[in-house]
């Protein structure tokens, strides 16, 4: 069970993909949800890296993959301060080519 939670949470995969060498995947799912909500996840966890810490095995790492982080709705295509608009070829009042004389 233990291996089957691990390499969920390892590979980032749905579910539904675990390989079947580790049994149901509900009954993982199931499982890993119950120890979360009583704190025996956190107790494992904790015991795990308690016992590597103290052997010197804990490499701590950590990894955001861009791909799977969402920028706020407003990140996208905001003018910076100070940064001058675009300028326009036709006027706003009266909705006429503003470029002058001559121009096509």
């Known amino acids: 069970m233990l291996n089957a939670i691990l390499w969920k949470l390892r590979t980032g995969a749905p ?13 993982a799912h199931e499982r890993l949800r119950l120890w979360t909500a009583d704190g025996t996840w956190q107790r494992i966890l904790d015991e795990v890296i308690v016992k590597d810490d103290s052997i010197g095995e804990v490499e701590w790492v950590i ?5 799977v982080v969402r920028a706020h709705q407003h990140a996208a295509g905001a003018r910076t301060k100070g940064a001058a608009r675009p300028s326009s070829r036709r006027s ?7 470029a002058g004389p001559g121009a096509d």
Do not use: A
């Open 15 to 27: 579910w539904r993909d675990l390989p079947e060498r580790y049994g149901p995947w509900k009954t």
């Open 63 to 67: 990894s955001v993959d861009s791909s």
């Open 92 to 98: 706003r009042s009266t909705g006429k080519d503003s």
